[in-house]
């Protein structure tokens, strides 16, 4: 299963990108130690880790500490063994938000309204809630997952226009 993990912290100075590679991994203890020595010292750290246009995961470090982690579907464990180190243990579906847990976003004017909170085929699992307090809300972050057509490379696109990290993560995927 190939997999884009791309690694953006942010500091005093703002956001940096950096491709993180995966291989030898044991568990997502060694995940987030990569993750800590793109910038040791960032004050805010995410992992995008996209599989086989089917899968993305998202993980954080706030200051290099708590980690909180959050996958797409839950059936990427079952897939891969780098699915299993990353969501096999989360057992928190996230299915279960609805309207009443959190406002729906206002009419836009696209489609993203009339979509679903969760694509039905797909199982979410772990923090929904991992980029609420950057501007993206467990909903959005959920209804950006499920909606049709977008690969988990569109979802980080998404989430790091938002952010302000577009750019930077953009030119890993160029190199």
């Known amino acids: 299963m190939s997999y884009f993990a791309a690694a953006v912290v942010r500091d005093d100075s703002g956001w940096t990108a950096a491709e993180?590679?995966?291989r030898g991994v044991t568990d997502v203890d060694d995940v987030a130690d990569r993750l800590r020595d793109v910038d040791s010292d960032a004050d805010l750290s995410l992992l995008?880790?996209?599989?086989?246009?089917a899968y993305l995961v998202i993980l954080r470090l706030d200051e290099g500490e708590?980690?909180?982690v959050f996958g797409s579907d839950s059936a990427y464990a079952e897939e891969s063994r780098l699915g299993a180190l990353l969501v096999g243990d989360l057992k928190t579906s996230v299915t279960g938000?609805?309207?009443t847990d959190e406002p729906r976003p206002a009419a836009s004017g696209d489609e993203e309204t009339e979509q679903p909170a969760v694509d039905?085929?797909?199982?979410p699992v772990g923090d929904a809630d991992i980029l609420a307090d950057l501007g993206i809300s467990a909903q959005k972050l959920l209804n950006l997952c499920a909606h049709e057509g977008m690969m988990p490379a569109d979802v980080t696109a998404e989430v790091c226009q938002v952010l302000g990290c577009a750019d930077e993560v953009e030119e890993l995927r160029e190199v």
């Open 48 to 53: 995008f880790v996209e599989a086989d246009d």
């Open 20 to 22: 993180v590679n995966l």
């Open 120 to 123: 039905p085929e797909a199982d």
């Open 66 to 68: 708590d980690l909180r």
């Open 97 to 99: 938000l609805d309207d």
